[in-house]
């Protein structure tokens, strides 16, 4: 069982920064690749981003490739969401997940979630 806590969501304004953060319950952290997800209001959950295992692979969507970047710390069970040159567009409750095995641009592919964190974008 792994549990799953995002922090560091806010209010920030157009072309701004936050971080994100997902600690993770568990020995076994690095066996997990981690994903980010966000679901803006009236829409589905979409894939932001995903990290191996080991940190030596990341995948983005292409809408915000460039701008946001995933990193983990597996010593602190800890995946991270560095978002820069934020937009409105971007708002949303943003999740991370943990998947040993599935496919890691869908939802259906992981296995735990956490509960999120709101990212809110002023224009």
């Known amino acids: 069982q792994v549990q799953l806590v995002e922090s560091g969501g806010g209010l920030v304004q157009a072309g701004g920064s936050l971080r994100l953060s997902c600690a993770a319950s568990?020995?076994?952290?690095?066996?997990?690749?981690m994903g980010w997800f966000r679901q803006a209001p009236g829409k589905e959950r979409e894939f932001v981003s995903a990290?191996?295992?080991?940190?030596?692979?990341?995948t983005y969507t292409d809408s915000v490739k460039g701008r946001f970047t995933i990193s983990r710390d597996n010593a602190k069970n800890t995946v991270y969401l560095q978002m820069n040159s934020l937009k409105p567009e971007d708002t949303a409750v943003y999740y991370c997940?943990?998947?040993?095995?599935?496919?890691?641009?869908?939802?259906?592919?992981?296995?735990?979630w956490g509960q999120g964190t709101q990212v809110t974008v002023s224009s």
């Open positions: 997940a943990a998947t040993q095995y599935g496919n890691v641009r869908h939802t259906e592919g992981y296995d735990y």
């Open positions: 568990g020995r076994t952290f690095s066996r997990y690749a």
């Open positions: 990290i191996s295992g080991s940190g030596g692979l990341t």
